[in-house]
């Protein structure tokens, strides 16, 4: 087994050549400071859309929440007194007067009248009372005397005032 000095030099000259590609003193990566930058930048870029989302969440939900809570408020603060009911002939009809005892505005939307053989609804658009304010309807209404009619109110909120005449 002869060595061959000539191809031993070549193969010492391409093996430097190798660990000088590889070795750790030229390494080319990223520095320490720079990624830590690159990773601390992107880590506050998510906390600010987080954040910002949390916040846009948490508006909307304390909007409706104040919305909900003004619409049930208001409900509770509604209240409606039927001051007069009374019958009259030629033609038969009714007539309902009613005052707004409450300390909100309200707006009676129907009212409905039902004895033993009929019930009768009638819609109003134009039913809007004022705090302390007054309202009266009159409708043709077929009754007979002596007769119980049960006679419910509604206004736009949902609430409902009933009251129980005889005729």
Do not use: C
């Not at 506050?44 to 954040?51: D, H, K, R, T």
């Not at 919305?67 to 309902?96: A, C, Q, R």
Request: no cysteine; hydrophobic share 40%; aromatic share 8%.
């Amino acid at each position: 087994m002869e060595i061959d000095m000539k191809n031993l030099s070549k193969f010492k000259t391409f093996k430097n050549s190798l660990s000088g590609e590889f070795s750790t003193k030229r390494r080319r990566g990223l520095s320490t400071v720079v990624s830590t930058a690159i990773l601390m930048s992107s880590m506050a870029i998510m906390g600010v859309m987080l954040v910002g989302w949390s916040n846009t969440n948490l508006f909307t939900q304390q909007a409706q929440m104040e919305d909900s809570f003004n619409t049930k408020m208001n409900k509770l603060n509604e209240s409606l007194m039927i001051e007069n009911v009374w019958f009259g002939t030629s033609p038969n009809v009714v007539n309902v007067t009613m005052n707004n005892v409450g300390t909100v505005g309200l707006n009676v939307t129907s009212v409905q009248l039902v004895n033993s053989t009929d019930t009768l609804l009638f819609l109003y658009t134009d039913g809007g009372i004022d705090p302390s304010g007054d309202f009266s309807i009159q409708e043709t209404y077929n009754w007979n005397s002596g007769e119980t009619v049960d006679l419910t109110i509604t206004t736009n909120r949902g609430n409902h005032f009933v009251i129980q005449e005889v005729t």
